[in-house]
């Protein structure tokens, strides 16, 4: 076990990542934000969200104070947006519950809105150097690989991973360094796709490795075709401005603006089908389905005129695209500003 973890810091200060925007810093703030966005996101993509997000929100009681439109906004574009949500949920009760100050150990932290195990024990591992082990996708495949763990990594088997990564916690080795060695070895060698193992600093003890059974290892989920669902999305513009509506706070984008869908909301705004464009179709993938999108450009001359139901707000396209829309709204809000941009410049 002293093994495991020494060639795992060993190999993280020399080989591993330290140059992301959020590393060298122990302010508990930019840890969690961090880790609340690299969940079920690639680091690349991370790296272009933090920074405008620190420059907007630099401490949690900036975040706090912010509507959660203006939080929407920033995130649009990273995708499961419950993350926004939470995230602002947590900031909020940092400030009322905390003082403004987040607590200092796993247990703790895990109780906070948007905070896992795994991710508690990494915020505490980075900000406070507590021992505490973490257990995400890409650890999950570490171990599974090092220790040739058998079966899918949830229920039993994960039970068992969380004692494993427990039992493996190095007692005298700086906690974070240990931590991102873990994290940056799931993310750049053990990979779930052509595995580079001969770099691998834990290739002569990796059980996987030894017995040619890299690529069986972590057992795979049973894949399953994703149900596919339909949406017909209303883009009702002057040229210059775009009715959108809010969601329910719950649910697919939930708090986002998006079109009003549906074709039989024809008849609430007084329009028929003659005032349709038909744009090409489009799929947006979710975790759990596929969405076919069907939009229909519906020009019109006067916007005030569809903006008394509730839910229901008039945005200038410009502004559209700055508010909190889900990224294939705003592709097609852009499609919009485009077709439409000869009336706009008159």
Same mark, same amino acid.
């Given at each position: 076990?002293?093994?495991?973890?020494?060639?795992?810091?060993?190999?993280?200060?020399?080989?591993?990542?330290?140059?992301?925007?959020?590393?060298?810093?122990?302010?508990?703030?930019?840890?969690?934000?961090?880790?609340?966005?690299?969940?079920?996101?690639?680091?690349?993509?991370?790296?272009?969200?933090?920074?405008?997000?620190?420059?907007?929100?630099?401490?949690?009681?900036?975040?706090?104070?912010?509507?959660?439109?203006?939080?929407?906004?920033?995130?649009?574009?990273?995708?499961?947006?419950?993350?926004?949500?939470?995230?602002?949920?947590?900031?909020?009760?940092?400030?009322?519950?905390?003082?403004?100050?987040?607590?200092?150990?796993?247990?703790?932290?895990?109780?906070?809105?948007?905070?896992?195990?795994?991710?508690?024990?990494?915020?505490?591992?980075?900000?406070? !150097? $507590?021992?505490?082990? *973490?257990? #995400? =996708?890409?650890?999950?495949?570490?171990?599974? @690989?090092?220790?040739?763990?058998?079966?899918?990594?949830?229920?039993?088997?994960?039970?068992?991973?969380?004692?494993?990564?427990?039992?493996?916690?190095?007692?005298?080795?700086?906690?974070?360094?240990?931590?991102?060695?873990?994290?940056?070895?799931?993310?750049?060698?053990?990979?779930?796709?052509?595995?580079?193992?001969?770099?691998?600093?834990?290739?002569?003890?990796?059980?996987?490795?030894?017995?040619?059974?890299?690529?069986?290892?972590?057992?795979?989920?049973?894949?399953?075709?994703?149900?596919?669902?339909? !949406? $017909?999305?209303?883009? *009702?513009? #002057? =040229?210059?401005?775009?009715?959108?509506?809010? @969601?329910?706070?719950?649910?697919?984008?939930?708090?986002?603006?998006?079109?009003?869908?549906?074709?039989?909301?024809?008849?609430?705004?007084?329009?028929?089908?003659?005032?349709?464009?038909?744009?090409?179709?489009?799929?947006?993938?979710?975790?759990?389905?596929?969405?076919?999108?069907?939009?229909?450009?519906?020009?019109?001359?006067?916007?005030?005129?569809?903006?008394?139901?509730?839910?229901?707000?008039?945005?200038?396209?410009?502004?559209?695209?700055?508010?909190?829309?889900?990224?294939?709204?705003?592709?097609?809000?852009?499609?919009?500003?485009?077709?439409?941009?000869?009336?706009?410049?008159?």
């Amino acid at each position: 076990m002293t093994s495991f973890a020494h060639c795992i810091t060993h190999w993280q200060r020399h080989f591993g990542r330290h140059d992301l925007p959020w590393q060298g810093c122990r302010d508990p703030y930019p840890v969690w934000l961090s880790e609340i966005m690299l969940q079920q996101t690639q680091v690349t993509t991370v790296s272009g969200y933090f920074p405008r997000f620190m420059a907007h929100f630099p401490d949690v009681r900036a975040l706090a104070a912010a509507p959660l439109d203006a939080v929407f906004s920033l995130w649009a574009g990273l995708g499961y947006y419950a993350r926004a949500r939470n995230l602002h949920a947590c900031a909020v009760k940092v400030v009322a519950a905390h003082g403004g100050k987040f607590p200092e150990t796993a247990a703790a932290l895990a109780e906070l809105p948007g905070i896992g195990r795994s991710t508690a024990a990494a915020i505490a591992a980075f900000a406070y !150097s $507590e021992r505490a082990a *973490i257990l #995400d =996708g890409n650890v999950k495949r570490v171990l599974c @690989r090092c220790f040739a763990i058998e079966g899918v990594p949830v229920g039993t088997v994960e039970k068992e991973l969380w004692a494993l990564a427990s039992s493996l916690l190095p007692a005298s080795v700086d906690m974070s360094v240990y931590t991102q060695g873990l994290m940056d070895l799931g993310a750049t060698l053990c990979i779930a796709r052509k595995p580079r193992c001969p770099e691998c600093p834990l290739a002569t003890s990796c059980l996987a490795w030894q017995q040619g059974r890299v690529q069986d290892l972590p057992t795979p989920k049973i894949k399953t075709r994703k149900p596919q669902r339909r !949406s $017909e999305f209303l883009l *009702i513009t #002057d =040229g210059k401005n775009i009715l959108l509506q809010r @969601r329910p706070p719950t649910g697919i984008w939930g708090g986002l603006l998006t079109p009003p869908e549906g074709l039989e909301r024809l008849l609430d705004f007084g329009l028929s089908a003659r005032n349709l464009q038909t744009l090409p179709p489009r799929t947006h993938v979710f975790t759990h389905f596929r969405l076919e999108i069907h939009p229909y450009l519906c020009r019109v001359e006067q916007m005030l005129l569809f903006v008394s139901e509730p839910g229901l707000e008039c945005l200038t396209l410009e502004d559209a695209l700055q508010a909190g829309v889900p990224a294939p709204v705003s592709r097609l809000l852009r499609e919009v500003m485009a077709l439409t941009s000869d009336k706009r410049d008159i």
